[in-house]
């Protein structure tokens, strides 16, 4: 690959939830290694309140975090994209848009916290589930060599992955 860190765009339609929450998992576990980013394909303008709150939990400043549109990562002077990982079974259903150096696919699809309907704590409960398998997906990619696997292999473990527990 190359000398920079491993790009990776966390993809859901909204960019409220889980690709938020992604985004946040793979920045803080894969510092050094990885430069995590999400987007949606029609973003909600803004986190879902209980991403928020969970990450203000977990110590993580959520000032950068914003719903934001995947077009902000095609074209010419968009940053590269290593890896577009979905986390929602409608981003992977969608046309995704061309991505600047053909990064690599993967889908790691979960249940949709902010359908859960509830008071806070019922919610912030949906939310922390969330979390967990997002985390447990991103350490089992931090435990492979990604930087120096050839592209099929690393299709190969990203699948298996996305098959952990909680597959929506």
Not at 22 to 45: C, D, F, N, Q, Y
């Amino acid at each position: 690959m190359t000398e920079r860190p491993f790009s990776v765009l966390v993809l859901c339609t909204g960019n409220s939830a889980r690709s938020i929450l992604g985004e946040a998992i793979l920045a803080r576990l894969g510092a050094g290694r990885i430069v995590a980013r999400s987007a949606g394909s029609k973003p909600k303008g803004q986190p879902h309140p209980a991403a928020l709150r969970l990450l203000a939990r977990k110590g993580i400043d959520t000032a950068p975090f914003r719903s934001k549109s995947w077009t902000e990562f095609t074209g010419p002077g968009a940053a590269p994209i290593d890896l577009a990982i979905t986390v929602c079974g409608n981003a992977a259903g969608e046309a995704c848009p061309v991505f600047m150096g053909a990064p690599l696919k993967a889908h790691w699809g979960l249940p949709d916290p902010a359908d859960v309907q509830g008071d806070d704590a019922e919610v912030d409960a949906a939310f922390e589930q969330t979390w967990n398998w997002l985390e447990m997906r991103a350490l089992a990619l931090l435990e492979l060599p990604f930087e120096t696997m050839d592209r099929t292999a690393l299709a190969l473990e990203l699948a298996r992955i996305g098959q952990m527990e909680g597959v929506a």
